[in-house]
């Protein structure tokens, strides 16, 4: 019997994890194949999960939060960020709930890593950026959420200048604003504020070069896309389901 995958999001055409998947399987001739579930809404989960032969989900946009009611079990990290991108179906059917994303994050952003990043600025305050607080949190970096609607210990872009940018030397985008096909879009910070001592990591992958990304490297900073990050989380994914 084949084992089935998937993705389960919204509006997910677009999706890496299944071309990442699907490739995996066919080069390491695995009887597996990865579906996207995409749901209008949460609720429609209860449909998918009664197919005895999926052993494992990952999770996007919109549902890494909605989905934790829907599971039996929360893996401890995953219950401490608040968010789960990897669902294992457990011999039992049971569903664990975990997340990849922190480490995908951590190991994709050492390289760029150096004494002077003390501090970060996470844009946006959605279920991915969670996960990005945790990875902080556990390399020791003090971190600020931006949001366009800010809660008491929050920023607003507007309340971003030189000096908060000249003390936060890592920015990473974990907004939306800049994706395929929107691509001219991008987060409203100061840019001129800028330098070569900043690294401004973006979450989005397509494009491959996002604005925040091209305004960062106009400014001299060091940049990444969340390719990599996409890569390792989903390797970390398989090694969940196959443990």
Not at 175 to 199: F, S
Request: hydrophobic share 35%; charged share 25%; aromatic share 12%.
């Amino acid at each position: 019997m084949k084992k089935i995958y998937g993705l389960l999001g919204r509006n997910i055409g677009y999706s890496f994890s299944r071309g990442y998947f699907s490739e995996k399987f066919e080069k390491e001739s695995l009887d597996c194949e990865y579906n996207n579930f995409d749901l209008p809404k949460i609720e429609d989960l209860k449909e998918v999960i009664n197919n005895s032969n999926i052993k494992g989900l990952n999770v996007t946009i919109p549902y890494k939060e909605e989905v934790i009611s829907y599971l039996d079990n929360l893996d401890p990290i995953a219950k401490e960020i608040g968010a789960v991108n990897v669902i294992k179906f457990e011999n039992n059917q049971k569903l664990t709930g975990y997340n990849s994303d922190y480490y995908g994050f951590t190991e994709s952003l050492k390289p760029f890593l150096n004494k002077t990043i003390e501090k970060a600025l996470i844009l946006g305050t959605g279920g991915a950026s969670k996960a990005i607080a945790y990875a902080l949190e556990q390399l020791g970096i003090h971190y600020t959420f931006v949001s366009r609607n800010p809660d008491f210990n929050e920023l607003s872009y507007e309340d971003l200048d030189k000096d908060s940018i000249n003390s936060y030397k890592l920015i990473i985008n974990c907004t939306p604003l800049g994706t395929h096909p929107n691509t001219e879009n991008y987060p409203d910070i100061p840019y001129e504020y800028i330098t070569k001592n900043h690294v401004l990591y973006d979450l989005i992958y397509n494009p491959d070069q996002t604005t925040f990304m091209k305004k960062g490297a106009q400014q001299g900073a060091k940049v990444s896309n969340g390719l990599q990050m996409l890569i390792l989380q989903a390797e970390k994914a398989w090694e969940i389901w196959n443990a």
